[in-house]
């Protein structure tokens, strides 16, 4: 049962265009979201989080929004840089006495100079 | 600040044997939480320790077990190995017990091959 779904598992976007990284939950029970960033070779790097009392929440070039009534997230990158190639990972949770995120298959980002 | 270290970077082993992973969590992080990630998969959680007692645990069997130790490093140890068991092993470590989610950092992982 994945309860955290990634669709797209690649997407390519031009520099200094935006991209759009998708993803979807079924379980209405979670109200923490996250980003991670995965290169090669390398663990995931933290990139930014929601909780579910909010829609939005922006830090420099990246923006997540939160869709808690499509159980749907979405991560904008603007404007794409060729470093930020990468495998971007989706992650939920509960704040309440749980331990552990579920992460999504995650989605291959190519960013074409 | 020093981050999640992991050892070793590489692992061989065959079928049956057993195998420890070793993780030091970054300073000031006193939980630790293991992941398995398999090919083209999410990261999938194995368990979580807090205060060197499990914390939590996933839908792994018992021949994955861990220790957590009083400077909050942390070993995964693996019984009875399979080929399935072929994956790469993330430690993340994180501020906060069970009631109190902080982001997990994770270090680089442990690369095990079993053949």
């Known amino acids: 049962d994945q309860q955290v779904k990634q669709n797209s598992p690649s997407l390519s976007v031009q520099e200094g265009r935006i991209s759009i990284l998708n993803c979807d939950y079924t379980?209405?029970?979670?109200?923490?979201f996250l980003w991670y960033k995965k290169y090669p070779a390398e663990g995931p790097t933290f990139l930014i989080s929601?909780?579910?009392?909010?829609d939005k929440n922006e830090d420099g070039r990246f923006t997540v929004f939160l869709n808690k009534s499509a159980k749907h997230l979405s991560l904008h990158i603007v404007p794409s840089q060729p470093g930020d190639s990468a495998v971007y990972f989706c992650?939920?949770?509960?704040?309440?006495?749980?331990?552990?995120?579920?992460f999504g298959t995650g989605t291959r980002l190519k960013v074409l100079a | 600040e020093t981050g999640v270290t992991q050892s070793p970077t590489h692992l061989i082993k065959t079928r049956g044997q057993q195998v420890t992973l070793r993780c030091s969590s970054q300073?000031?992080?006193?939980?630790v939480s293991w992941y398995q990630q398999a090919l083209g998969q999410g990261p999938q959680f194995i368990f979580q320790?807090?205060?060197?007692?499990?914390?939590g645990r996933g839908n792994f069997p018992p021949r994955f077990s861990g220790l957590q130790f009083p400077n909050y490093s942390s070993e995964l140890n693996v019984n009875a190995l399979e080929l399935d068991d072929s994956a790469l092993y993330l430690c993340?470590?994180?501020?906060?017990?069970?009631?109190?989610?902080?982001?997990?950092?994770f270090g680089n992982g442990t690369r095990l091959t079993v053949t």
């Open positions: 993340a470590s994180s501020f906060g017990g069970a009631t109190y989610n902080s982001p997990l950092h």
């Open positions: 379980n209405s029970m979670f109200d923490y």
């Open positions: 929601i909780s579910s009392i909010k």
């Open positions: 992650a939920a949770t509960f704040t309440s006495g749980t331990y552990k995120y579920i």
């Open positions: 300073s000031g992080h006193n939980t």
């Open positions: 320790y807090y205060r060197e007692e499990e914390n």
